[in-house]
């Protein structure tokens, strides 16, 4: 089935660093994909998506862009606060299906001051 | 008030003990989930509601019992939970079919199970 994998470990990083956190997909067509961000103690909150190929998400100075041809659907942040501290889920609606979200496993990010 | 809101944010309760937790949206959406999450554990699908009808339920244990009374309100009925069913307990929402937006998630709520 439709699935998406994401880098294995927490990222930790000092604050001003740039930011990626890898995540790839299986899927049949054109998927639409998500990045969501879970806060300590909270829910986890859409942050930006693209729903078509070369399609660029952004939000909060995130960006991710929908490679086909790559399958893949990278997080980046030019410079990182310690507010972003958080984890990173990438997730995939399936063009076909049940209307379920996959969500890979997530990311812990730390920044550290 | 808009988005998905889920009460108690944190809940304690013994393993003898009966609660149940609440969600509930006011987005319009007609599809509700809820999902567990415990430490170091992906995310666990739990129940689906589409149209207020459960469409999916992925091998809870029985202690879990869902109900849905109306598309903007779901519940969770807890009862002779164990330890380890300690976890944070995710609601969303979205619509149904043809959706691409994904879903629309609630603050949770914290069980801790003694």
């Known amino acids: 089935g439709d699935s998406v994998t994401q880098m294995e470990g927490p990222v930790t990083l000092s604050e001003e660093a740039f930011l990626t956190i890898n995540c790839t997909y299986t899927a049949t067509g054109y998927p639409s994909l998500f990045w969501y961000v879970q806060y300590p103690g909270e829910g986890l909150q859409l942050l930006l998506k693209a729903t078509k190929a070369d399609d660029k998400g952004s939000n909060k100075g995130f960006e991710a862009t929908y490679r086909k041809e790559t399958t893949s659907f990278h997080l980046e942040k030019g410079s990182v606060q310690v507010s972003d501290s958080a984890v990173y889920f990438c997730a995939l609606l399936p063009v076909y299906g049940n209307n379920r979200l996959a969500f890979g496993k997530g990311n812990q990010v730390v920044v550290i001051p | 008030e808009t988005g998905v809101t889920q009460t108690p944010r944190h809940l304690v309760m013994g393993m003898t003990n009966k609660k149940s937790l609440k969600c509930e949206q006011h987005?319009?959406?007609?599809?509700m989930y809820w999902y567990k999450q415990s430490a170091k554990k992906p995310l666990e699908l739990m129940f689906v509601?589409?149209?207020?009808?459960?469409?999916e339920n992925n091998s809870v244990p029985s202690r879990f019992s869902p109900e849905c009374p109306n598309s903007s309100h779901l519940f969770l009925h807890l009862h002779t939970l164990q330890p380890e069913d300690s976890a944070l307990y995710l609601c969303?929402?979205?619509?149904?079919?043809?959706?691409?937006?994904?879903?629309?998630f609630g603050s949770g709520t914290r069980l801790t199970v003694v």
């Open positions: 987005l319009g959406h007609n599809a």
């Open positions: 509601y589409s149209l207020e009808e459960r469409v």
């Open positions: 969303a929402s979205s619509q149904a079919t043809g959706t691409v937006h994904g879903y629309t």
